[in-house]
């Protein structure tokens, strides 16, 4: 279950990430996630902007919102550990 110290947990690791990472880094990362959402909506439909723009205006998410915004900052927080690590980069 999501909780609200959990999301709080990955948003000050999602600024410290941001605050470390490259330009370069942070715009490799946009284009992996913007990747991961167009699968998800060449699979399942597009995702409306409308209901995602409603979830983050919320000033108190409820337990469904609150899951999809944790879900979503874990991914934040994965890519861009990743490509701040260098995985996936050829190795000379």
Do not use: C, W
């Not at 205006?57 to 990743?82: F, H, M, S, W």
């Amino acid at each position: 279950m999501a909780d609200l110290a959990t999301f709080e947990r990955y948003y000050k690791l999602a600024d410290r990430l941001i605050e470390q990472s490259t330009q370069e880094q942070l715009a490799e990362s946009a284009r992996l996630l913007a990747l991961n959402v167009a699968h998800y909506q060449m699979k399942y439909g597009e995702i409306t902007l409308d209901d995602t723009l409603a979830m983050v205006d919320a000033i108190e998410p409820n337990e469904e919102q609150l899951k999809l915004l944790v879900r979503g900052l874990e991914n934040l927080v994965g890519v861009l550990g990743n490509v701040m690590s260098g995985l996936g980069e050829a190795k000379h």
